[in-house]
């Protein structure tokens, strides 16, 4: 079908591109939707005269927040069944500068598992440019990409271009081209509202798509073409420059020369628009108030550094406390509310205003600011009836300039909500001729949202400590690169059966990698000193009928003791050490510790706290790496490192060394070497739950209590100088998975244990916790009395007897006299592995695992179980 204009009487409605497509000839050919998505404008642009308008992209037109929102997220759900899950989790969503910035969001938010970033036109001081591309058509053309984490442009799944209309596909192809000689990919899918590309220029993408070996795929609400005429930009030119002489004193181009109010030409002769003049401003001006959001500490602004599924959760949770603070600032009789975002700040007012409109029974429209100049003609059968023009308010890197908001005067809003990130909070602003000012000549209130604007952490303090003595005050230090190399944390489902929010992996996924070796090779091995412990994995043991029911016998006894535990360390955390701790869990024993301290904090106290799980290896030290990613976006001195429990105290003494050996290597400088357990049975530590050797359900077994993932693993081939520690993500056993089970049984239980903690945690603060280091001294004695002559052999208590069973070549369990149910699960192992279990009187520990001495595979049978050294 054609579209050039609409025959319409007094009561319908007249296609806003009524007014250029009369006067210039041009046409719309495509779908049926194309009238309903967009409208035409003229742009003083030298490059391209006509403008397409949307109508749902919440720029220059004021919509419906749930409208514009549903355009992105209904194409981001097309984007992923196009690709399937596995695939959209390996996928980037990238949005264009600086009219998409909203729209990629919401399709990001469709596609629901990929991470988010857009192009921006504003430099970051400290965050390098990891890379850019131009513009053809746009009359402000550099884009550069500025993420958080460089890699995060280098990874191999798809990339998602999301831009609001494809009219010649050159930005799509500079893109495509500028990315894939640095990181190249092997699928693209073009994402926009409207293909308005001609048949040529279709063809010329399909032949790229061709010359570089890649699938291009495109997701568009509607297509068609636009007809142009020869010489139409010329005449469109001429067009403007008429209007623009004729009304001269409404359309100045500095603002403060500029009346209250533009609009456009009504009332004039030859092409005399039919309706009336926009209203003139409000005799008075309205008032302008702050509101104060409570933005989520830790969520980005937006997508200019990246934005994460975890960081979308998080905005999810906030969203609703906001825009009640919102609606409760704004006046009692407003009917009609705008939420006016600011340039490439599209999708946090754009939640804001989605979340407004559903709690609210105001008539809620959202737009944006914007750089782009339209020519505004107040006729219905145009696109821009009105604009405000002001000055620039973020102190741009170009210098000064004007900036716009369309269609907003004259609109009969009695609210306007101005959503501005703080580095454009500035005195312009707020100025006589400022936005501000502009917007309060057209409304009853105008009430100011400022969204932290989210820097990098990292760039300036790394920044400043690697500037050269005299480098430029005006000249971004370097920053290292390997600091902003490491990629974000791997979190659930796509890496382990947690929930996103649970737990951030500090670890590369190693799934496809066959590390599995059987028990008695590998103690060969390590014994002989022919291999590490942490280059290989033990093969996933598979609980038994019989093993399983202890599991959770033990679960269903022992979880109001262990939630009382888990409250005693939390809360001596947060009385101690901080006030808002980031938890770091050693892996992958403390990470289920790590999610319950998580749980009480919120349960208790309300809080959010972040939770990561780093990988540390005995011999090895902890993962540099991990330190130097948590450094940068945390105070190293909120850290507190969380593990199971103690036994010998082999890790609270491997992670004090490795963090002095990080510091004296250069890393930064902050971390406390001190671990928080569960339980502390060799008084290794001072900040525990329980000094008593108990049966934590979680020791009972491997990865099917602790979200699937493997033990770690630290090979040179693997794991290079600028590599996170692997692990496993083991999908294939998620029948088998009872980590959530094991949480939530615990979790259940917080509230009756409650007043429990509450004594236990003031008696705590106030004894004597020095370590004592009694259980080194117990294993010390036991490896001589045995004649074992080495310690790292004697595994003492519950949950390191039970990784002895399950993962190395045990020699016999010494067992606590008159130990009850708490080794029912022990006893069970030994049998099935065929080890004695021995009796011993006097033990600080409920029982220690003695593993096979100087081990060859003489120590096992056929049968593979254990034969009595001779």
Known sequence: MTYVTEEAGPEATVWSGTWVAERLGVGLDGDEALPGLLGLALRRNPKRAHLLVSNVLGKHVPQRPSVVYAAGHDLGVRVRSLLGDDEARRALVLGYAETATGLGHAVADGVGLAPYLHSTRRPVEGVERAGGFEESHSHATSHLLLPEDPRLLAGEGPLVLVDDEFSTGNTVLNTVRALHERFPRERYVIVALVDMRSPEDQGRLDDFARE?????????????????????????????????????????????????????????????????????????????????????????????????????????????????????????????????????????????????????????????????????????????????????????????????????????????????????????????????????????????????????????????????ENAPENVPAYVPERSRMLPEPLRGPAFSSYAPEDVGWLLQDLSDVTLEAPTEEREEAIQSGGAHYAESLPVEYQPSERYQELFRAALDTSAARIAQAVGTVAETVLAERSPRPVLVSLARAGTPVGVLMRRWAAHRHGLDLPHYAVSIVRGRGIDANALRWLAAHHDPADVVFVDGWTGKGAITRELAEAVREFEEAGGPAGFSPEIAVLADPGSCVRTYGTREDFLIPSACLNSTVSGLISRTVLRADLVGPDDFHGAKFYRELADADVSGEFVDAVVSRFGEVVDAVDAQVKEVLSAERAPTWEGWAAVERISEEYGIHDVNLVKPGVGETTRVLLRRVPWKILACAGAGADLDHVRLLAEQRGVPVEEVGELPYTCVGLIHPKYTRGATGADGKAVAAK
Not at 376 to 403: C, Q, S
Not at 440 to 458: C, D, K, Q
Request: hydrophobic share 40%; aromatic share 6%; net charge negative.
């Open 212 to 468: 570089i070996g890649a699938r291009v795929d495109l997701v568009a609400t509607a297509s068609g073409t636009v007809r142009l005429p020869d010489g139409v930009l010329e005449k469109g030119q001429a067009l403007v420059a008429e209007y623009e002489h004729e009304h001269e004193h409404e359309s100045e181009h500095e603002p403060e020369h500029e009346p209250e109010h533009e609009s456009g030409p009504g009332g004039e002769s030859g092409d005399k628009p039919e309706s009336a003049a926009v209203p003139r401003p409000r005799g008075e001006r309205a008032p302008v108030d702050r509101v104060e959001l409570g933005w989520p500490a830790g969520v980005p602004d937006g997508g200019r550094h990246g934005f994460t599924p975890t960081h979308r959760a998080a905005l999810d949770a906030a969203l609703p406390d906001m825009a009640a603070r919102i609606a409760k600032a704004l006046p009692d009789d407003a009917r009609r509310v705008l939420v006016l975002g600011f340039e490439e700040l599209m999708y946090a007012p754009l939640a804001l205003g989605v979340e407004l409109e559903r709690r609210t029974g105001a008539e809620v429209r959202f737009s944006t600011t914007t750089r782009s100049p339209v020519l505004a003609v107040d006729d219905p059968g145009y696109a821009i009836r009105t604009r405000l023009a002001f000055p620039a308010h973020d102190e741009p890197a170009e210098g000064p300039g004007t900036r716009y908001a369309y269609n907003v005067a004259g609109a009969g809003f009695d609210a306007i909500v101005a959503v501005v990130d703080s580095v454009a909070d500035t005195p312009q602003l707020h100025a006589p001729e400022g936005l501000l000012a502009r917007l309060s000549a057209h409304t009853g209130r105008v009430l100011l949202a400022v969204v932290p604007s989210y820097i990098p952490e990292f760039a300036p303090e790394c920044a400043s400590a690697n500037a050269p």
